[in-house]
């Protein structure tokens, strides 16, 4: 049993590594046509979680973000557009090619849930078709890009202008976003929507509800702002968010197209013997001193003069400190001299716990003789510590 189930295993990532190396999907859309691809996430859960589901019956509804491009290219061609909205939304691969050829696409989802990643290659081959001669263009307002690209919807809205144009025979050639075409992004409320451009084409003249498009009285009224007054034998919006927009409906009848000019004709790249080159004259010498004095010179001599008005101010001005002890009171200076005394000898006594008290905390000293001097009173001209042989006791005003 356990040797079957280990065989079931081997065949089954076998198959899936397959399945993954050759997960190649092939699309044929004929030039002028409009191309839509969904991008289903349920088909890349496969990819993530089949042993799970095989085994133990688990089913993941992982959140997944797609990243396409043109293979050997950073980005997606010019006629190719993706859009994705959440990573719970399918993502949508749209747009019109515009000439024949082969396209390959590479397509990766990556889960949002295990970090996963997957890569399918899609082929769009296109092919040549001739182009309808009449294309009409409208503006649906209250829809957005990723809600028009279901193919549902895409046949509830081409079913209305059916009616419109009345005829059978339409062809949606493209669908674009407002915001592509310089619209603005709407406010996030409810009822405010981008808007989508939806160009179909027929084989048929455009009927006399389109034609009433061109009328003097119809682009007056869309210049003066006015709310335009559809017939109602025009009215063919069966669903409200579908309703198109009069004032943005334009009408091309490609057969009155002007034809392009034609090309240039090519030459035998040759020039033609104009006679021999002569070369320009050297342009006339220039005198560069000016500039280098404007340069060099007159920056240098500002430097100078600012560094010799700071050396005037920083040296030239000073008192000097002679000068400022004669202009000092006498006491003042003596008290100064005292806390710068008692501040070395706080200082020297820091580094030994087992001095002495300090000679500044006694009652009345010398801090040089260490003799106590008799207390004479308290008056406001002698200092308060006195000393018998300090040198400047002389200076000190007496009775």
């Known amino acids: 049993m356990a040797g079957c189930r280990s065989w079931i295993l081997c065949l089954t990532v076998c198959a899936v590594s397959f399945l993954e190396a050759n997960a190649e999907i092939k699309v044929t859309i004929p030039v002028g046509k409009l191309f839509t691809y969904e991008l289903l996430r349920e088909y890349f859960q496969n990819d993530f979680e089949p042993l799970s589901k095989l085994y133990a019956g688990r089913l993941y509804d992982d959140p997944m973000i797609f990243k396409c491009n043109q293979q050997s290219f950073p980005d997606l061609p010019e006629w190719l557009r993706f859009t994705q909205r959440h990573p719970y939304d399918n993502g949508f691969l749209y747009g019109t090619p515009t000439a024949?050829?082969?396209?390959?696409?590479?397509?990766?989802?990556?889960?949002?849930?295990?970090?996963?990643?997957?890569?399918?290659?899609?082929?769009?081959?296109?092919?040549?078709?001739?182009?309808?001669?009449?294309?009409?263009?409208?503006?649906?307002?209250?829809?957005?890009?990723?809600?028009?690209?279901?193919?549902?919807?895409?046949?509830?809205?081409?079913?209305?202008?059916?009616?419109?144009?009345?005829?059978?025979?339409?062809?949606?050639?493209?669908?674009?976003?407002?915001?592509?075409?310089?619209?603005?992004?709407?406010?996030?409320?409810?009822?405010?929507?981008?808007?989508?451009?939806?160009?179909?084409?027929?084989?048929?003249?455009?009927?006399?509800?389109?034609?009433?498009?061109?009328?003097a009285e119809h682009e007056k009224q869309c210049t003066a702002g006015a709310k335009v007054k559809v017939p109602g034998e025009c009215n063919f919006c069966s669903i409200p968010s579908n309703c198109i927009t009069w004032c943005k409906t334009e009408l091309f009848d490609l057969t009155k197209q002007a034809t392009a000019p034609p090309a240039p004709p090519v030459g035998s790249g040759i020039l033609e013997d104009g006679g021999d080159f002569n070369p320009p004259e050297s342009p006339p010498s220039r005198d560069f001193f000016p500039d280098y004095i404007v340069t060099v010179i007159v920056p240098l001599i500002l430097a100078i003069i600012l560094c010799l008005l700071l050396a005037y101010i920083m040296f030239g001005r000073r008192e000097g400190v002679t000068k400022r002890n004669a202009r000092t009171n006498q006491i003042q200076l003596y008290h100064h001299h005292t806390i710068h005394g008692n501040t070395d000898e706080l200082r020297n006594m820091a580094g030994q716990r087992s001095s002495a008290s300090p000679l500044s905390t006694l009652p009345m000293f010398n801090s040089r003789t260490l003799d106590r001097a008799p207390l004479r009173g308290d008056s406001p001209s002698i200092p308060l510590i006195l000393a018998q042989h300090d040198p400047y006791s002389d200076t000190l005003p007496r009775k």
């Open 100 to 215: 024949p050829g082969k396209t390959i696409i590479e397509i990766f989802a990556i889960n949002k849930r295990s970090y996963e990643a997957a890569r399918h290659i899609l082929v769009i081959k296109a092919t040549a078709e001739r182009i309808l001669p009449y294309e009409a263009e409208f503006f649906i307002k209250l829809r957005e890009i990723e809600k028009v690209l279901p193919p549902s919807v895409q046949d509830e809205i081409k079913h209305d202008l059916q009616k419109l144009w009345d005829t059978e025979e339409l062809e949606i050639v493209n669908i674009t976003n407002a915001l592509d075409r310089g619209g603005r992004v709407p406010l996030p409320l409810a009822g405010h929507f981008e808007g989508v451009y939806v160009k179909v084409a027929s084989e048929q003249y455009f009927s006399d509800c389109l034609l009433r498009v061109l009328t």
